[in-house]
């Protein structure tokens, strides 16, 4: 079972930026593949971006060319660089084990709260 944390959220202006991050516990980090998730107010919780342990990552398209998802596979932790936020880029963010590209696997954390304002 790997535990997560995710910090880093916060109230930006459109055009702004935001780093994310996620510590997780557990020894069996190393091998899996990683990703960020996000659920905005009234919908349901939705892929956004993955990075396998090699450093092959995977994004949802409205993402692909403003997110950059990172891992420091000895701090145990995965990064998710967010640039030329969009109001419609506001959820409470998640990170979680991924499986076949972009299905979370175990537990979820608290998640870290990202609001961006016009």
């Known amino acids: 079972q790997v535990h997560l944390v995710e910090s880093g959220g916060g109230l930006v202006q459109a055009g702004g930026s935001l780093r994310l991050s996620c510590a997780a516990s557990?020894?069996?980090?190393?091998?899996?593949?990683m990703g960020w998730y996000r659920q905005a107010p009234g919908k349901q919780r939705e892929f956004v971006a993955a990075?396998?342990?090699?450093?092959?990552?995977n994004y949802k398209d409205s993402v692909k060319d403003r997110f950059t998802i990172s891992r420091d596979n000895a701090k145990n932790t995965v990064y998710l660089q967010m640039n030329s936020l969009k109001p419609e880029d506001t959820a409470v963010y998640y990170c979680?084990?991924?499986?076949?590209?972009?299905?979370?696997?175990?537990?979820w954390g608290q998640g870290t709260q990202v609001t961006v304002s016009t």
């Open positions: 990075i396998a342990r090699g450093g092959g990552t």
């Open positions: 557990g020894s069996i980090f190393s091998i899996r593949t």
């Open positions: 979680n084990s991924v499986v076949r590209g972009e299905f979370p696997l175990g537990s």
